[in-house]
């Protein structure tokens, strides 16, 4: 297919421009394959919009007249308005604009066509492998093997070919495993506990079903985590209620009887559908500029938003607090271990480990947690707030992950190497993007669209140092505690980064967090001066000192 | 003195607690736990105690503060909870201004220094750098002996055509007898911001030498022919007050004013939504839902929001229209002074330097009346008065400073400081309800003020990210009043429940290290003199001997970087914390806190507001 087959009018002049706290710009609206640009030659303020077809969420339309409003929603929640004087004009563009960003083939996306400015310097997609992560793992413990079951994607299809596993089990069991478990995700290592050598795995439900199935060598697996007289605990991000029901279907929990050294604690992490809700209320109440305080409190409660955050913390905290206080190894999982177990696992490990709070490593958690880990970002992400389409499987699992992190960020605002940008980068490239990393719903189908190869990957693009240095937290001091967030209701926040970023002004905002970066850079520049100083001092004073020897 | 005393986590469910021993000084109640932190409770700060019913680890104690702390202790025999708790009723709650604090407190300072201490805000020198007296504007001696107005100051500034039978024409017709006076005088626009209380027109009454007074104020203003008249009241309320003989202006008689009214609710109404809005944020479990609906069920962000408004209403027609405006409330003591003081703050950069907002306050709220006493319960009084109307003011102008970061000189740590002296009774500024009663008691000889305390310890309360460049004299600050813009003041209604606060503070470090950079800057000095003298020098070897022995510099060398461990540490205030060791039981992660809570050794210590490990 052409691109240009679904542009009828590929450019409209004297077109103008509308976004909130900015004065309305006349310029030129062009259409590409995979852009929608605006550009303004006025000879005092020019400028130029580029928007990503794919980052456009809805579209809508009105006529006064013959000149035609377009109003665009995106993904990434902000709305600007374009008036397109030509009846005809406006509705072609309207139109192309709505194929082009609801091309159902993922080969046809930018990441395919896009080629960098840049220079890679170091290719993002060989740069967190299941082989190096196990390198560091070898080096503190060797009671863990890389097993290569998955390699043709055999075994489990959203689990990548290498994972970690307990070495006293072979592949034989492994396999016998992938059949109790809900799309064959067996436990494998999720993160493991330097400091008392306690680990996390992660699954998905056991297909228990309502006879009560067990499976030996399932119960062997995890057991083999356990030290000798000591209890773990399962963490079920599903109600108990909701995982009695789940038996009906095949699916279930583990049952105490065949799991004694185990104990299951429910935790309700709320999924699909909820979710996306909760993001559409959200976002709905704050683009709601009226100025009743009571029906912004009253929307903001409604939206349920803090409340998922507050529970996903809180399931993450517990399963941080087994491991470290507790010493007690965990397994997280829900129904099909690729959302809220996720979210907990992952989050649990930026309570845990400060190598996950650097922006490589949090980068590496990334990959491996969500990416290898076989989140669907394809199908997760496709709409955000503004979407009409309502499908099962849309929902903001990843943002709300974000924006958990963001709220310990808060809380811990020196003990991470990156800053709030760098979370909100992640949450735009996860919904568009031009490179290739969050396309797909697993490895197995990064692989089949040969993505490495055809699509440049984020990483590349953000491990340059002019990009990095955007993202660096000049506040970061290495902090190597386990870091408790507080999970009170009033401790949490409403993500203004995200959710006001497009409503109001932030400019004397910006400002002063300018003026905080200048103070801390002045601070550095005379630190290294008076060092430099006393060092000189004290040379000439040693100098002094040898010559009186002499 | 009792001992094996608990002192219990207010939120925990699971009563973790601490045992220490407490003692009962003449001002304080001290709680001094195993691990010798004190816990220091001013006795005046004591809002009410609270005996609970008996349980098997002994009796509970229930103690809320005005500063919103609340500490719950259990002593174990039940006489001496009753005994503590009858001392504390007596000592919590004072007949008679003389037994206050503040009339023993001694900061030992000479008594010239206590003098020099009153002088530091002449407000005479405030009216004259606002540019008044001048043509249009005087001063008026009709007060000198509080003999129109016991609740105003004796100097009252009028405009010029305003004779003294005027004068004393609109007293009689205003409530109170508060006529009309000058709060503020904006120089460029030549308007003014007035202030008075109701006017005494019931259904029909009218008084020409009011509508004169208000005539003369609309004069003042050679920029504009017509001015405002703002009524904060809710249009009910002040229709209501008509019933009563009171009420408010008609616009038929008085030519040329616009009347308007902006709808914050009275003492009554402020006083429950803060006590609804403390009962919310004082639960333990709270869910998030619970937390918002009970946000907005209080009203206490709505009414926060009313007031702002008003002020940003007062503000435009200042300086978009250079209309004069007046404001009234019932008694002109409440919403005006908040509505004023706040128009005056977004009007004026000066408000927003330390000094500024120091005058502000002695302006328009010690000056005019406000009735700091009753509103705060410094004396055993009528519950009914007590109203958290100045505390409304101090959250609207932290609201401002979190929009506007670089607008103010002061932190929030100078507002939390403010708040907790206006209850605290240690200074004789905020006591008695108008200057006439504080004149009485003879308080700036038998107590000290509170600014020059807060002036010699600025170095706490200023705001790093200041830039006096960001609003040039006369910049209008212009609010974002978008509901979403309010906030709870978490630092505020939970400043001593540490463990909801982020547990490092990006405010303190900035600050620290701003501070820190002077110090640096110094001592690159010194050590760019040192070296240059050095070099001068370098054959004059007795000499260098000498100058060794005077100058360790090499010793400091030893430890680097030494610059931090010379550096004077700005004393961590309570009110704004830095880093808490990470503590899993200091979260609540729901039922399971209970299994889990073990012991666990402070991990994080502080250093000069940055993290340091000691594991």
């Not at chain 2, 300072?109 to 750098?129: F, H, P, T």
Request: charged fraction near 25%.
């Amino acid at each position: 297919m052409e691109f240009a087959e679904l542009i009828k009018t590929p450019r409209a002049d004297n077109v103008i421009l509308h976004r909130p706290f900015y004065l309305a710009v006349e310029g030129t609206l062009c259409l590409t394959g995979h852009h929608l640009i605006f550009s303004s030659r006025r000879q005092d303020n020019a400028e130029e919009l580029w928007l990503l077809h794919s980052n456009i969420d809805s579209i809508e339309k009105r006529f006064v007249g013959s000149l035609g409003t377009i109003v665009i929603k995106c993904k990434d929640l902000r709305i600007i308005q374009l008036d397109i004087p030509g009846m005809e004009e406006c509705l072609n563009i309207a139109s192309s604009i709505e194929a082009l960003s609801t091309l159902d083939s993922v080969t046809l996306m930018y990441p395919f066509f896009y080629r960098p400015m840049f220079e890679i310097v170091e290719d993002g997609w060989r740069c967190f492998l299941p082989d190096q992560e196990f390198e560091l793992l070898s080096a503190v413990t060797d009671e863990w093997r890389l097993s290569c079951i998955n390699k043709e994607f055999s075994v489990c299809p959203s689990y990548p070919p290498v994972v970690i596993v307990p070495k006293s089990i072979d592949d034989e069991a492994l396999r016998k495993v992938a059949m109790f478990r809900h799309g064959s995700r067996f436990p494998v290592l999720s993160y493991y506990h330097k400091k008392n050598g306690m680990v996390m795995m992660r699954s998905s439900q056991p297909l228990t079903g309502t006879n009560g199935r067990r499976c030996k060598e399932d119960e062997k697996l995890i057991n083999a985590t356990l030290r000798p007289g000591k209890r773990g605990y399962i963490i079920d991000t599903r109600s108990l209620n909701v995982a009695q029901q789940a038996r009906a279907k095949g699916g279930g929990f583990e049952q105490e009887a065949h799991y004694p050294q185990w104990r299951r604690i429910h935790k309700c992490i709320e999924r699909f559908n909820i979710l996306q809700e909760s993001l559409i209320k959200l976002v709905e109440a704050c683009n709601d500029q009226s100025h009743n305080m009571d029906r912004w409190l009253s929307k903001l409660e409604a939206s349920n938003w803090l409340t998922h955050i507050k529970e996903i913390l809180t399931a993450a905290c517990l399963a941080a607090q087994c491991i470290d206080r507790e010493g007690a190894s965990v397994l997280v999982h829900g129904t099909e271990g690729t959302d809220s177990t996720l979210q907990v696992t992952s989050l649990a490990q930026i309570i845990l480990d400060p190598r996950c709070r650097t922006i490589c490593g949090f980068e590496s958690l990334v990959v491996r947690e969500w990416l290898q880990a076989g989140h669907p970002f394809q199908q997760r992400c496709a709409q955000s707030a503004y979407s009409n389409s309502k499908q099962k499987w849309e929902a903001p699992v990843f943002l709300l992950f974000l924006d958990c992190v963001w709220q310990i960020l808060r809380q811990f605002p020196c003990s991470f190497e990156f800053n709030e940008q760098f979370l909100i980068m992640l949450f735009e490239h996860a919904y568009a993007s031009q490179f290739g990393t969050f396309l797909g719903n697993n490895e197995n189908e990064r692989s089949k669209l040969k993505l490495p190869q055809k699509t440049m990957s984020l990483w590349s693009w953000v491990n340059r140092s002019e990009e990095l240095s955007k993202f660096q937290n000049p506040l970061f001091e290495a902090n190597s505690l386990v870091i408790w967030p507080s999970v009170a209701p009033q401790s949490l926040q409403l993500w203004e980064g995200v959710f006001l970023r497009w409503n109001r002004p932030s400019k004397f905002l910006d400002e002063a967090h300018e003026e905080m970066i200048n103070i801390i850079k002045y601070n550095k520049e005379l630190q290294a001066k008076v060092n430099a100083l006393r060092r000189q001092l004290a040379e000439m004073e040693t100098d002094d000192r040898m010559q009186e020897n002499l | 003195q009792v001992e094996q005393v608990k002192l219990l986590d207010r939120f925990s469910t699971s009563n973790k607690s601490l045992t220490g021993t407490l003692y009962l000084t003449a001002t304080h109640l001290l709680f001094i736990d195993s691990s010798q932190r004190e816990t220091w409770i001013l006795h005046h700060h004591i809002a009410a105690v609270e005996k609970l019913p008996l349980t098997t680890s002994g009796c509970p104690l229930v103690i809320q503060c005005k500063n919103f702390r609340i500490v719950h202790f259990v002593v174990p025999r039940e006489r001496d909870c009753h005994d503590i708790y009858n001392s504390l009723l007596q000592l919590s709650r004072t007949a008679k201004y003389e037994e206050l604090y503040a009339f023993s407190y001694n900061p030992k300072q000479n008594e010239s220094e206590q003098v020099k201490g009153w002088q530091l805000i002449d407000l005479a020198e405030e009216y004259k750098r606002m540019g008044v007296p001048n043509a249009n504007w005087q001063l008026s001696d009709a007060n000198r002996d509080y003999k129109i107005c016991e609740t105003y100051p004796r100097e009252l500034y009028v405009p010029r055509t305003a004779s003294k039978p005027i004068i004393v024409g609109s007293s009689k017709f205003r409530s109170k007898g508060r006529f009309p006076v000058l709060s503020y005088y904006h120089k460029n626009k030549e308007a003014a911001i007035c202030r008075c209380s109701q006017p005494l027109s019931g259904f029909s009454a009218r008084c020409l030498e009011d509508e004169h007074m208000l005539q003369a104020i609309s004069k003042a203003n050679p920029s504009n022919h017509y001015m405002y008249v703002m009524d904060t009241r809710p249009k009910l309320n002040a229709m209501a007050n008509r019933a009563a003989g009171k009420g408010y202006e008609n616009e038929d008689n008085y030519s040329n004013i616009r009347f308007q009214f902006v709808g914050i609710e009275n003492i009554h109404v402020m006083r429950s939504s803060l006590q609804k809005l403390l009962e919310v944020s004082g639960t333990k479990g709270l869910s998030v839902n619970d937390f918002l609906s009970g946000l907005e069920n209080s009203g206490w962000l709505r009414h926060i929001k009313a007031v702002l408004d008003a002020a940003v209403f007062l503000v435009k027609a200042i300086a978009v229209e250079s209309a004069s405006v007046l404001v009234h409330c019932s008694d002109g003591w409440d919403r005006t002074s908040q509505v004023c003081s706040l128009g005056a703050l977004l009007l004026d950069s000066y408000y927003r330097t330390i000094k500024g907002f120091m005058v502000l306050i002695e302006k328009d709220w010690i000056s005019f009346g406000h009735k700091f006493s009753d509103r705060c319960c410094q004396l055993d009084g009528d519950p009914k008065e007590i109203s958290p109307v100045f505390t409304q003011f101090l959250e609207s102008v932290w609201n401002l400073t979190e929009q506007f970061p670089q607008a103010f000189e002061y932190n929030e740590a100078f507002l939390l400081q403010i708040h907790e002296h206006v209850h605290s009774c240690q200074f004789g500024n905020f006591l008695g309800n108008c200057q006439k009663e504080r004149e009485e008691l003879k308080l700036k000889q038998k107590t000290y003020s509170l600014w020059p305390f807060l002036l010699g310890e600025q170095k706490k309360y200023q705001n790093p990210l200041y830039n006096p460049d960001f609003s040039p004299e006369l910049t209008l600050l212009e609010p974002n009043t978008v509901s979403f813009n309010f906030k709870f003041w978490r630092n505020m209604y939970h400043q001593f429940d540490r463990s909801m606060h982020p547990r490092q503070s990006v405010f303190n470090l900035v600050m620290n290290m701003s501070e820190q950079n002077k110090q640096l800057e110094e001592d690159i000095k010194e050590l760019e003199a040192k070296i240059k003298r050095r070099n001068g020098q370098s054959d004059a070897v007795l000499v260098k001997e000498h100058q060794q022995s005077a100058h360790p510099v090499p010793m400091a060398l030893k430890t680097p970087p030494c610059f931090k461990k010379e550096q004077p540490l700005i004393p961590v205030n309570d009110a704004v914390r830095t880093i808490e060791g990470s503590n899993t039981a200091d979260n609540r992660y729901s039922e399971f806190v209970a299994e889990f809570s073990k012991a666990e050794p402070a991990v994080v210590s502080l250093e000069y507001g940055v993290a340091r490990m000691t594991c």
